[in-house]
């Protein structure tokens, strides 16, 4: 029983550790996760940001308000990839000028009003378009 609880701690401080060093290790700018693609109509303005320093200030709907920098997301475009406007740099969050239904990876879908930022992590991807109306989708 000992061993079995020893065994048992040891695998799940492992894991720990393991887990912390390759989140550590891994930099928010790799290019993996964390882009943003907006195929949303040029009508529609979207912004994305960096959250931390910056001489802005962005609220969100999920993690308060923060201090940014922000750029414009030309429609057709994404920050990251071979079209990216900022290739290489971390992005924190996003915004569009008119309301957006906004579905997180679990499938639940939230309306966020217009010019209210939201936050994402450095392993989700954002993909905006008009797909039954206009929605930002993020997966992870």
């Known amino acids: 029983m000992f061993m079995r609880s020893a065994r048992r701690a040891a695998?799940?401080?492992g894991l720990f550790f393991l887990g912390a060093s390759v989140l550590t290790a891994t930099p928010a700018y790799a290019g993996v996760r964390g882009d943003i693609r907006n195929d949303l109509p040029a009508s529609y303005t979207?912004?994305?940001a960096t959250?931390?320093?910056g001489s802005s200030s962005c609220r969100t709907w999920n993690a308060?308000?923060?201090r940014?920098?922000?750029w414009w997301l030309p429609s057709g475009k994404a920050d990251e990839g071979t079209d990216g406007i900022r290739p290489g740099m971390d992005t924190d969050g996003f915004m569009v000028e008119q309301p957006v239904l906004v579905?997180?990876?679990t499938g639940v879908a939230?309306?966020?009003a217009a010019f209210t930022w939201t936050k994402i992590s450095?392993?989700?991807d954002v993909h905006c378009s008009v797909s039954g109306g206009a929605r930002c989708v993020i997966s992870s």
């Open 68 to 70: 940014c920098t922000h």
């Open 64 to 66: 308060g308000t923060q």
């Open 51 to 53: 959250f931390g320093g």
């Open 103 to 105: 579905v997180l990876p």
């Open 122 to 124: 450095d392993f989700e």
């Open 46 to 48: 979207v912004k994305i």
């Open 11 to 13: 695998t799940v401080t």
């Open 110 to 112: 939230i309306r966020v």
